[in-house]
């Protein structure tokens, strides 16, 4: 387990900023009275280190505490973690006294509370044309991402599942510095390898916080690295898993599972644990990517998010848009789930500009499950339903009295004994899929042999155990049942068990539960970024069922990894490309239509066509990203013109980025952050933004705009050429854009697609016009 000591005290000279810190914190209140208050977890973040050297950090950290607390003795049991490769700072146990006293030294950013975040959960790869079998695609133009490194902060990993071999493999690259930690039930010189080389785990947040040990018998859960729920294990085969052959959920999605990038190494960094119903503590999260950032990855994926509303990106409570900046500053891309909170807009979550953030899709396939009435009327549900084939059964709704609320399927109860040896057709309210799940395993107990689930049309699923069906079918073809069973003495039903389809007619969906945008702390920087798919993933989980190696999995969680694996990938071949590079070819080459070029439709009540708040650029195309033409391309420099832009303090950024910054007098528009998408969430006037871009592809090429207008919207680009050749690589233009709209309207999008006749660098445009009213 991590160090929870920040180091011995050495006799060395500490800089005039810390003393001036420590003679400020040694006037403050009595240390007898500061003990007596209740002490919780806090993160002191000091944005990135003023020295190098990591020992002299953690003496100084140590040092703050001992002269707040009183004695090393007491520092030493307060000090959680020390913060001291990625940036610098500490969690401790403190007052809130205590907390505020070290937060008013100018040399801390801030002092937060620490904060919990939250998890976020083949046919996938050939779906997105990255077959195995093709020797062209970029998944053999990269060598399969071999010694490219993918770290995961998530719940740990199973070892010693197939995916996680190393057949194959060379030796571990030289460049890591990581370790592989031992723990309860896992043994780091049998479980890691030159697959999976290193693992380590994070837990004394969350255990300070709650102030008890963590009882593993309880949860159910291991204090090592590794996996209890399956979660981590799941996101790590998707992101770069080894090819398994020829298997399946008990028959369902046969085939072969893999990652995104196979021969890529992996790094679990477990920093979410069963307590609370699951749950990552921001300090947790904070030390993994001080950890990560030291130990040589070169991609972080996170398949957790935080809850709305949302912190700002400065905001220490923020952990994963504070660690992922300072990954981001030594060229580490960091990809991040949107968050389950969809349909609704403004729900998407990890929205720093410098995260790659995934949205969820559905892939073409589907789990077709036959139900036929006693008429012989047979119509197709949706389901994963692997037991016996069934003969006719009683079917049954259970009508109540009009001035009694409707039986909804999350009502049904143990209490429901006239369910037993029937089949039930029950209709859905807005309560989400646990509570379906729930009552379904009530009635069963009860001896209810399946449920027939009418409900808004998804491709999500319910979880109920194999051998007893619950049907998914929509509100209408519920109706037809509900209409046969009322007209019918004796209804009846049979249940034939579920097969897989792939390919045509299926379409490809933004999934319901996927996070939308508008951003809602800078709604100007379009989020998500790219959809993946995320809905029925088969992946491998640890064996708790020794009958049962992988099973599918849903969640913005798996949609995550894929672009994880696809990221890994791309750093292989274009090892010059910085993060923001790699974003700007993903979004560009997405694709805005399926595989098929059929429309991409976005679940909700009701479906619609999908916009860029459903999966910004569109469905990730790796074989596009890795030849995009042309990129937006952004450092360091370019995210402090955004945090300028966002009106944060000259403080608080300058102590992110470690040295004096000052934002200009006059504020720059975030609508020139150069962004490989244009968003503008109040246009009240005609208005101009720039952007600059680069040129990746040929030497010598020539790019012509081609504008795709929102409607009742204007665009003219200036200029509409850009010619490239050996001396001019990089071109900036600008973007006029007026409205003619009379009123204030809602959000309606188009593009602005750069080509050369062989790529197509396309942007998508998103704008709302904003009348301002009169108050007279």
């Known amino acids: 387990m991590s160090s929870v000591r920040c180091g011995k005290k050495r006799n060395i000279t500490v800089s005039f900023v810390f003393l001036s810190l420590l003679s400020f914190l040694n006037e403050q209140l009595t240390l007898t009275a500061l003990a007596e208050a209740k002490r919780n977890v806090y993160i002191v973040y000091m944005g990135k280190g003023q020295y190098h050297d990591p020992k002299l950090l953690a003496e100084t950290h140590l040092e703050i505490l001992t002269r707040v607390l009183g004695s090393k003795e007491a520092s030493a049991e307060a000090m959680v973690y020390c913060y001291k490769h990625g940036f610098s700072g500490f969690a401790a146990k403190l007052t809130e006294t205590q907390a505020q006293m070290i937060s008013e030294s100018p040399t801390v950013v801030q002092v937060i509370p620490n904060r919990f975040y939250k998890l976020q959960t083949t046919?996938?790869?050939?779906?997105?044309?990255?077959?195995?079998?093709?020797?062209?695609?970029?998944?053999?133009?990269?060598?399969?991402?071999?010694?490219?490194?993918?770290?995961?902060?998530?719940?740990?990993?199973?070892?010693?599942?197939?995916?996680?071999?190393?057949?194959?493999?060379?030796?571990?690259?030289?460049?890591?510095?990581?370790?592989?930690?031992?723990?309860?039930?896992?043994?780091?010189?049998?479980?890691?390898?030159?697959?999976?080389?290193?693992?380590?785990?994070?837990?004394?947040?969350?255990?300070?916080?709650?102030?008890?040990?963590?009882?593993?018998?309880?949860?159910?859960?291991?204090?090592?690295?590794?996996?209890?729920?399956?979660?981590?294990?799941?996101?790590?085969?998707?992101?770069?898993?080894?090819?398994?052959?020829?298997?399946?959920?008990?028959?369902?999605?046969?085939?072969?599972?893999?990652?995104?990038?196979?021969?890529?190494?992996?790094?679990?960094?477990?920093?979410?644990?069963?307590?609370?119903?699951?749950?990552?503590?921001?300090?947790?999260?904070?030390?993994?990517?001080?950890?990560?950032?030291?130990?040589?990855?070169?991609?972080?994926?996170?398949?957790?998010?935080?809850d709305i509303p949302l912190f700002s990106d400065v905001d220490a409570r923020s952990g994963i848009s504070i660690g992922a900046f300072h990954a981001m500053a030594k060229g580490i891309s960091v990809v991040c789930s949107a968050g389950n909170a969809g349909p609704s807009a403004q729900t998407i979550q990890n929205t720093a500009p410098w995260v790659l953030t995934v949205a969820a899709s559905t892939a073409d396939r589907s789990f077709p499950t036959p139900i036929t009435l006693g008429n012989n009327w047979t119509t197709m549900g949706q389901a994963m339903f692997t037991g016996?084939?069934?003969?006719?059964?009683?079917?049954?709704?259970?009508?109540?009295?009009?001035?009694?609320?409707?039986?909804?399927?999350?009502?049904?109860?143990?209490?429901?004994?006239?369910?037993?040896?029937?089949?039930?057709?029950?209709?859905?309210?807005?309560?989400?899929?646990?509570?379906?799940?729930?009552?379904?395993?009530?009635?069963?107990?009860?001896?209810?042999?399946?449920?027939?689930?009418a409900k808004n049309p998804s491709r999500s699923l319910y979880s109920c155990d194999d051998d007893f069906p619950c049907v998914q079918v929509s509100y209408e073809i519920g109706t037809q049942i509900l209409y046969y069973i009322r007209s019918t003495r004796n209804p009846q039903v049979r249940i034939r068990p579920t097969k897989t389809h792939v390919g045509r007619p299926v379409s490809t969906n933004v999934a319901y539960f996927s996070s939308r945008g508008p951003s809602s702390i800078a709604p100007a920087i379009l989020k998500p970024d790219v959809a993946a798919p995320g809905v029925h993933i088969l992946s491998a989980v640890p064996p708790l069922n020794p009958a049962i190696a992988f099973d599918f999995e849903s969640g913005t969680s798996m949609a995550a990894p894929h672009v994880s694996g696809i990221v890994a990938l791309l750093k292989s071949l274009h090892s010059d490309w910085s993060p923001a590079a790699i974003q700007s070819a993903i979004v560009t080459t997405a694709w805005n239509t399926d595989p098929s070029g059929e429309p991409i439709y976005a679940e909700g009540e009701p479906i619609k066509l999908a916009d860029p708040f459903d999966y910004g650029g569109g469905i990730v195309d790796a074989n596009g990203a890795a030849d995009p033409g042309l990129v937006y391309d952004m450092g360091t420099a370019d995210y402090i013109q955004y945090l300028c832009a966002m009106g944060y303090k000259n403080s608080a950024i300058s102590q992110l980025i470690e040295h004096p910054t000052f934002c200009p007098i006059k504020q720059p528009s975030i609508l020139d952050i150069n962004l490989p998408s244009i968003t503008i969430p109040a246009l009240r006037n005609s208005t101009t933004l720039t952007r600059t871009i680069t040129n990746v592809g040929a030497v010598n090429s020539r790019y012509v705009a081609v504008v795709e207008p929102p409607l009742g919207i204007t665009i003219a680009v200036k200029p509409h050429m850009l010619t490239f050749n050996s001396v001019i690589k990089t071109i900036s233009f600008t973007v006029t854009v007026s409205s003619s709209h009379k009123v204030t309207t809602g959000y309606s999008f188009g593009s602005l697609t750069w080509t050369d006749g062989v790529h197509s660098v396309r942007s998508p445009i998103s704008v709302r016009t904003e009348i301002t009213e009169s108050y007279d």
């Open 123 to 306: 046919r996938s790869w050939d779906y997105l044309q990255l077959s195995s079998h093709s020797p062209k695609n970029l998944l053999h133009k990269s060598k399969m991402g071999d010694s490219v490194i993918i770290g995961l902060l998530d719940t740990g990993i199973w070892p010693e599942a197939e995916v996680f071999r190393d057949e194959g493999l060379g030796p571990v690259p030289t460049r890591w510095r990581g370790v592989c930690e031992s723990g309860e039930l896992f043994n780091a010189r049998k479980a890691c390898n030159r697959k999976l080389i290193g693992a380590r785990y994070f837990i004394k947040g969350l255990l300070a916080e709650s102030g008890q040990p963590y009882n593993t018998t309880e949860y159910k859960d291991y204090l090592s690295p590794r996996d209890s729920s399956g979660h981590g294990t799941a996101t790590s085969t998707i992101a770069c898993g080894f090819f398994v052959a020829n298997v399946s959920y008990k028959g369902l999605g046969i085939g072969t599972v893999r990652g995104g990038a196979p021969l890529a190494r992996l790094a679990m960094y477990k920093v979410c644990w069963k307590l609370y119903g699951g749950v990552c503590a921001t300090a947790d999260i904070l030390k993994a990517f001080d950890k990560a950032i030291h130990d040589g990855v070169d991609v972080l994926s996170l398949s957790i998010a935080p």
């Open 388 to 453: 016996e084939k069934m003969g006719f059964i009683n079917l049954v709704y259970h009508d109540v009295s009009e001035v009694l609320s409707p039986r909804y399927c999350e009502s049904l109860s143990p209490s429901d004994t006239w369910s037993a040896r029937t089949v039930v057709l029950c209709f859905t309210s807005d309560s989400d899929e646990s509570a379906v799940e729930a009552a379904a395993l009530s009635v069963k107990e009860i001896g209810c042999l399946g449920l027939i689930i």
